[in-house]
């Protein structure tokens, strides 16, 4: 066990991280773990999870498993659930998994549409609605009085851009859902925070089809990508304020993207 772990600014609290099997959410899973808190690991691939999980042992942190869909409300719940029942209390909603697929809104595989809404919006929603109650009562009595919920949106949550529309509609609701929420809870010590992140190296890009990756690719390839840890440290930037700080929104480019 580092020394980070024994005097973390984040020791005693429980974080829940979705879409944590690669990416951001793996990425902020371990940034979480060196801040000292106890770390629950959610998505759909289970091995990767588990590898995850190995890493973060060997660094004596405290860690739960949670192979979960977050698009089944069902098992949204029980992420949480789980997650409280394991460590006894729930400080931090990551909302990080969803799925970016791009093209044109004219001829478009409505799938992939549904796909995105579900994923990006109401797996969010589902997270968000089972992991509330547990917020709300962090925030009363737990060891920083303060709890949070950080939301990952991206630039396209902020501007559009043609070929982008769905995910563009899909990113602006995080957005909208999220200040409303804010506003809603934010008497109460429940923090929500908006991350927007540019370019960033991870495997998002290739779910989309050959030919929009192709685009992609001739957009972004000359320009250094954000990297999925300098998400991850404005996330734990985030949650680790003090409880009279509420960073209500960030928006995080690579310097080189327009």
């Not at 929420?181 to 290739?206: C, F, M, N, W």
């Not at 840890?229 to 993207?257: C, F, G, K, M």
Request: negative net charge.
């Amino acid at each position: 066990m580092t020394a980070n772990h024994l005097d973390g600014p984040l020791i005693g609290t429980v974080v829940l991280v979705t879409g944590a099997s690669s990416g951001i959410g793996e990425a902020t899973a371990l940034a979480f773990s060196q801040l000292g808190a106890a770390v629950a690991i959610a998505a759909r691939r289970a091995e990767r999870l588990e590898a995850l999980a190995a890493r973060l042992r060997e660094e004596g942190s405290k860690v739960l498993v949670v192979t979960a869909d977050a698009t089944d409300e069902s098992q949204a719940q029980e992420a949480v659930e789980r997650t409280v029942s394991e460590f006894g209390r729930l400080d931090t909603l990551v909302n990080n998994a969803g799925v970016m697929l791009l093209g044109p809104v004219v001829g478009a595989p409505v799938d992939e549409w549904r796909q995105m809404v579900n994923i990006n919006l109401l797996g969010l929603l589902y997270c968000s609605n089972a992991a509330l109650p547990h917020l709300l009562r962090a925030a009363e009595d737990g060891p920083r009085r303060v709890a949070d919920m950080v939301n990952i949106s991206s630039v396209a949550g902020r501007e559009t851009r043609s070929g982008s529309g769905v995910y563009n509609a899909t990113k602006h609701g995080v957005g909208a859902f999220s200040d409303a929420l804010r506003k809603e809870v934010t008497t109460r010590h429940v923090r929500v925070s908006l991350v927007e992140p540019g370019a960033v190296k991870t495997e998002l890009a290739s779910h989309n089809r050959p030919e929009i990756q192709a685009g992609m690719q001739e957009r972004f390839g000359s320009i250094e990508r954000l990297e999925a840890h300098d998400i991850a440290d404005a996330i734990t930037y985030i949650v680790s304020r003090p409880r009279h700080v509420a960073v209500n929104e960030v928006l995080i480019r690579p310097t080189e993207q327009e």
